[in-house]
């Protein structure tokens, strides 16, 4: 979607029961967002958790050792000045008491002194190529000589490399502080999950748009370890909601206690003054005891019913998560 992001709120705390994220009257509102945000002009609404990277490991084993032998291998990586792709093919003769350990400390030696290499070479009997911190993902090994083995992906001992996101530090990059001032809150080192909420700017015209249609969006950063974050984006949370056609209002009743039976998912209210016909639960709505959350499939009481668990959660405070139909 070609949209452009004209509001940006970062989110370092969540308010309990989900309210940083509501619906009424046919309106959106997102907490440091300027609004309105119409229900009618809802486009979608994407969360993109972050991710930690990881850095990739290869193995390669010289499996045939030979005396006055060549070998060969190709390291293809990015370079860390350029950022250009650099395939870089590395031989070397073995002498006349050839051994792994020889052969290995051979390449070790080339990969390390290799100016702008973001790949460190380690082992003795094995060329362990590990890639640097800030370019996890970002080299290849390679080799038509049957006397290697390479070992890579996750097998042999080997690591499949990941590119990591949603640290403060890489959204701060993507969000420039000038442009979007909140980005300063960020916390260069924490994980946020980042909510983009996209929409026709009905209210507005399309004034905050370069495109005739109006089309716009607006980003809000959680940190994903702030208290209450499942309020927002868990399983019932009113952002996931959101996202998925429903308007949510969550209810944390004081003093009346939830349980859930084991087999049979069979959910008990107890003590205080909450009822689901006083909460006005539905079958389709949640329930979350602490972490533990399940769907309410059926209402027989006020005070008894039947949810998605079915393993024992004893009785705690709990949220109701109500999920309603949007509407527009």
């Known amino acids: 979607m070609n949209s452009k992001v004209i509001d940006l709120a970062v989110l370092d705390t969540v308010t309990a029961n989900g309210t940083d994220c509501s619906v009424s009257g046919g309106i959106v509102t997102l907490k440091d967002i300027d609004g309105p945000i119409l229900t009618s002009g809802l486009i979608s609404v994407e969360t993109k958790t972050a991710v930690t990277a990881v850095a990739k490991v290869d193995i390669v084993t010289p499996s045939t050792v030979s005396n006055n032998a060549v070998y060969s291998l190709t390291l293809t990586y990015t370079d860390s000045k350029t950022g ?10 073995s002498d006349a008491s050839a051994s792994a350990t020889e052969i ?3 390449f070790r030696s080339y990969i390390n002194s290799t100016p702008n290499c973001p790949v460190t070479a380690s082992g003795t009997t094995t060329l362990i190529l590990t890639a640097d911190s800030g370019y996890p993902n970002s080299f290849v090994t390679s080799t038509s000589d049957s006397k290697f083995t390479i070992a890579t992906g996750g097998s042999g001992g080997s690591t499949a490399g990941v590119v990591g996101y949603g640290l403060g530090s890489q ?19 924490s994980a946020y999950t980042e909510v983009i909420v996209t929409y026709q700017d009905l209210a507005g015209q399309g004034e905050n748009s370069t495109m005739s249609n109006g089309i716009v969006s607006a980003v809000m950063l959680v940190k994903e370890s702030a208290t209450n974050f499942a309020d927002l984006l868990g399983t019932y949370g009113t952002v ?8 949510v209002t969550i209810t944390a009743p004081a003093t009346t206690t939830c349980e859930v039976t084991v087999t049979t998912g069979a959910l008990t209210l107890a003590g205080g003054s909450a009822t689901f016909a006083s909460l006005g639960a539905q079958s389709g709505d949640y329930i979350a005891i602490g972490s533990d959350v399940t769907k309410i499939t059926g209402i027989t009481g006020a005070a008894a019913g039947f949810g998605t668990k079915v393993t024992a959660t004893a009785a705690a405070t709990f949220k109701l998560a109500a999920w309603r139909n949007l509407g527009f």
């Not at 650099?86 to 003769?93: D, E």
């Not at 959204?171 to 080192?189: M, T």
């Not at 996931?240 to 308007?247: F, I, M, P």
């Open 84 to 93: 250009l792709s650099v395939a870089k093919p590395m031989t070397y003769t």
């Open 104 to 106: 290995c400390n051979a």
């Open 171 to 189: 959204l701060a990059a993507k969000y420039p502080e000038a442009e979007y001032p909140a980005i300063a809150n960020l916390v260069a080192a």
């Open 240 to 247: 996931t909601g959101l996202r998925a056609g429903y308007a």
